[in-house]
């Protein structure tokens, strides 16, 4: 609104006139139907912005102002009418919210004081959401059963498989450095007659599915078993003082041995494990057991001496710290081998369903305090691109019960997004489907990009993979692609 009568922007001009009452430095009438101030009447309508495009389920805001005969422009006070053409795509509320309910492209126009504004273009594609599925080394021996399980995941609505190719330090992949897994053939180091990963990546792409190559980082073999001899040899039979071991010099008695992230030889031995995976046709590298695998342990021989060499340089360094240090530094290594031949692909890890109980609830691990897995770390560091956290426990009523999904997935959000980072919900699939939809549904309403399920074998056995295409996965999506990350 201009403070002359003539238009311009004088600062001796008298006041203007302006129906009942005027707000000069709102610039808008704060009663009464708006018709400017006399001396400076409106001319026009502007909707902004002019184009739009959503996902269908996405949101935005439109701006509607009103351009002054001056060429002013101010903000609508008294609200606008919106009408979306053709029906059925979009809705837009009386605030200009945009809700996108169907694909394709729909005009939108604003009215004020009987005039049109100029039209706003939105464009709503297909849905965009990560649709994962773990598929676990124990699902797969033969290209006929890599293929179905692919065209299966694809028929029941998914767009992403996180495929295990390393499961105990041994390769379901043509690797130089580890034996190939017993799984495969019975015998450790046993060779299938075909490359599993470069098989299930192809037919995986020829679906139209992304492929991530999931990796069990520091697990080794199985506590109270014997590590058969293999060409290459497994990593604990040529290296025994790697393994996580306990302040006696123990290793855990049941579960996985592990490799000790404290032992900087691990860790390089991994990042040539993982620059190896690479090196594939993957469309993203997953970390699983990204972790120490209890509390107490790391104590192995190199782990203690390398903590006395960094607590001379900080005296005050915890031995906790010096294991999230550890681990900290085992992602960095995981982002330089997936951008050696990828960089413009996410790392992504499968994280503890707690951080840290903020919530006092009884009898609860956490991923921060218990593994030294301190995704915040990551996240600041941008070393992960996506965590997925495995919340494998129900909604609870009301919400905020212990372990609760819904909690759980706010939390991971929220930290995630704090750093510009995503979230895709783990969810348990050995559930009822009603629960399963419910938390697919809560994902999608509480600012995850996705949601993956754990995992293939029970959803076939309990056989969600016929119903989900019926609901939650009725409409096909698309994977969303990080902005930070395109090439």
């Not at 965590?387 to 706010?410: E, S, W």
């Not at 559930?431 to 509480?446: G, K, M, P, Y």
């Amino acid at each position: 609104m201009s403070t002359s009568s003539s238009g311009g922007n004088r600062p001796d001009a008298g006041p203007p006139t302006c129906g009942p009452t005027c707000d000069l430095t709102a610039r808008t009438c704060t009663s009464g139907a708006y018709g400017g101030c006399q001396d400076d009447p409106p001319q026009s309508i502007r909707l902004s912005p002019a184009t739009l495009t959503l996902a269908t389920g996405g949101t935005a805001d439109l701006t509607v102002e009103v351009v002054l005969s001056s060429g002013e422009v101010v903000p609508v006070p008294l609200g606008a009418a919106f009408v979306a053409t053709p029906q059925g795509i979009l809705s837009v509320d009386s605030s200009g919210h945009v809700t996108a309910q169907g694909t394709g492209t729909a005009e939108v126009k604003a009215y004020v004081m009987g005039m049109q504004s100029n039209v706003c273009t939105v464009t709503v594609q297909g849905m965009a959401e990560a649709r994962g599925l773990w598929v676990t080394r124990w699902d797969y021996t033969s290209v006929t059963n890599i293929e179905q399980i692919l065209t299966n995941a694809q028929e029941a609505g998914f767009n992403q498989v996180y495929w295990q190719v390393r499961g105990r330090a041994d390769a379901f992949y043509n690797s130089t450095l580890e034996p190939w897994g017993s799984e495969l053939t019975g015998t450790l180091g046993g060779n299938p007659g075909f490359d599993p990963l470069q098989t299930a990546i192809t037919k995986a792409h020829e679906l139209g599915l992304e492929l991530h190559a999931w990796v069990n980082t520091f697990p080794a073999w199985s506590a109270g078993t014997a590590i058969p001899d293999s060409t290459p040899p497994h990593p604990l039979k040529a290296h025994p003082e790697w393994q996580q071991v306990d302040t006696a010099g123990n290793p855990p008695s049941s579960g996985y041995l592990a490799l000790s992230p404290g032992n900087v030889a691990v860790r390089e031995h991994i990042q040539a494990v993982l620059t190896e995976i690479s090196a594939y046709d993957i469309d993203g590298l997953h970390l699983d057991y990204i972790r120490y695998v209890g509390r107490d342990l790391s104590h192995d021989a190199a782990s203690e001496a390398a903590y006395a060499t960094a607590q001379q340089a900080n005296p005050s360094l915890t031995y906790a710290d010096f294991q999230r240090d550890a681990v900290a530094d085992m992602v960095a290594r995981a982002r330089t081998a997936l951008s050696t031949h990828h960089p413009d692909k996410p790392l992504s890890a499968a994280v503890w369903f707690v951080y840290e109980n903020e919530w006092n609830w009884s009898s609860v691990s956490q991923g921060n305090i218990d593994f030294y897995q301190d995704t915040e770390r990551w996240l600041a560091a941008g070393s992960v691109d996506v965590l997925i956290p495995m919340i494998y426990f129900p909604l609870t009523t009301p919400p905020g019960g212990r372990l609760d999904f819904l909690t759980l997935v706010d939390d991971h959000v929220a930290r995630a997004a704090a750093h510009g980072r995503w979230v895709y919900a783990g969810f348990e699939s050995d559930q009822e489907l009603d629960e399963i939809e419910a938390e697919i549904n809560v994902a999608r309403t509480h600012g995850t990009h996705g949601t993956v399920a754990f995992a293939y074998s029970t959803l076939l056995q309990r056989g969600h993979l016929e119903t989900l295409p019926q609901g939650v996965f009725a409409e096909p999506a698309d994977v969303p692609q990080m902005p930070w990350l395109s090439p």
